[in-house]
């Protein structure tokens, strides 16, 4: 068991009583883990701003039908505008491009493209990158471009981040101008293999597609955006969530601590102050008294008066005689001593004098004699 000797006096200043200095840096660490997390947090949310900045398309598209046999009109809201394409309607004859490979994706050079006519190049996903598709429709004259799905919905929830990326880098390359870009849409594969269908359906009769604004992503009921949109805003509330959870965890734990630190502070303080008025309440005991009579040289005007009082001596006074030579009123200097355990005049401790120090023991928080 380590232990310590200290002077009553001392013992206030003492480290085992001193209150806990780790309060400011506990806070420091708390007020930083709430900043990062809360920053993080923005951030996510700031990206979930960029998908919705899409704006979903309406395709009006006229054909031959061969039932009612004139040309018709059906109009659907399909697919979303390419954010860094041109984004206004478009108004022209649809192809369904078919390169040299006898492909419709659109990857390397086109052999049906109309020649000094406007025309909407209608475009398979797949082979290729978006940007090198967009370039050789651009190449090509095309006033348009319709990129259609190879697959069904249900895999393509990170589409249209990799569209936006693709085409953002070819338009960043070549600094692009506002005449450069094109109407670029982005529509699922029943709409696009529909679309080849009319054409296909007469060779000798145009289609035509009319492509106006619709309203932004977050009005669509389109599957990829609204699954992308909610796998992100999942995640953020869900980090969100666990540091606001392991925030909360620390802070208690913090709160727990400081409060027992805080309880043991003031038991030992107190304990402390106990041991102390006994330690001084036995001393004064030992200190001697006597009551001034006639005749004694307390009664002199020469004999210095109670220091405490700043009064002289009268006979029949009780007065204590300090082991220091000091002499005061027993009344004046006894709750003196209680409170201090010095003598008011030389500051000599009466507890180390009488052999009465207070024992502060470190390893069980005890105070003993
Ligand atoms: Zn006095
Ligand atoms: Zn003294």
């Known amino acids: 068991m380590s232990s310590t000797w200290i002077n009553s006096r001392q013992i206030y200043s003492y480290h085992f009583i001193a209150k806990p200095k ?16 809360f920053s ?4 996510t949310s700031s990206s979930d701003s960029t998908v919705n900045e899409y704006f979903t398309a309406k395709v009006n598209m006229t054909y031959f039908s061969q039932k009612e046999e004139k040309f018709v009109s059906e109009s659907k809201q399909m697919g979303h505008y390419v954010k860094y394409g041109k984004l206004g309607p478009e108004t022209a004859k649809v192809i369904h491009v078919m390169t040299k490979k006898n492909k419709s994706d659109g990857c390397t050079d086109l052999v049906n493209a109309p020649v000094n006519e ?10 290729c990158k978006f940007s090198e598709k967009l370039k050789i429709a651009q190449k090509f004259n095309a006033c348009a471009v319709v990129f259609y799905n190879n697959e069904t919905t249900k895999n393509t929830k990170t589409l249209y981040p990799n569209i936006q990326r693709s085409i953002e880098i070819i338009q960043l390359s070549t600094e692009p101008s506002e005449k450069d870009n094109v109407v670029t849409i982005f529509i699922s594969q029943t709409d696009g293999k529909n679309i080849v269908s009319k054409i296909e359906a007469f060779p000798g009769h145009d289609v035509k597609l009319a492509i106006t604004v619709g309203p932004r ?26 540091s606001f959870i392991v925030l909360m965890i620390i802070s208690l734990a913090w709160l727990v601590f400081y409060y027992i630190q ?24 030992k200190i ?4 001034v009579k006639i005749g004694d040289k307390e009664l002199e ?18 007065i204590r005689i300090l082991p220091c030579k000091h002499i005061f009123h027993k009344s004046c200097v006894d709750p003196w001593l209680l409170d201090q355990r010095s003598c008011p005049m030389c500051k000599l401790d009466i507890l180390r004098e009488y052999g ?14």
Request: proline content about 2%; hydrophobic content about 40%.
């Open 22 to 37: 780790w309060r400011p840096c506990c806070l420091c660490i708390v007020t930083v883990l709430f900043s990062l997390a």
């Open 262 to 285: 805080r309880f043991r502070y003031a038991h030992a303080k107190e304990r402390l102050t106990r041991r102390l008025a006994s330690a001084a309440k036995k001393a004064i005991a």
């Open 217 to 242: 992503t977050h009005d669509s009921t389109n599957k990829h955006s609204i699954e992308s949109t909610n796998n992100i805003s999942r995640t953020s509330v869900l980090f969100v969530s666990i």
């Open 40 to 43: 993080t947090a923005s951030a």
């Open 301 to 318: 005007s020469e004999f210095d008066q109670c220091a405490v009082c700043i009064e002289g001596y009268k006979a029949s006074d009780v």
């Open 118 to 127: 406007k025309w909407i190049a209608l475009i398979e996903r797949g082979d």
């Open 356 to 369: 009465m120090q207070v024992h502060v023991s470190i390893a069980d928080n005890t105070c003993v004699e």
């Open 288 to 291: 001697p008294q006597r009551t």
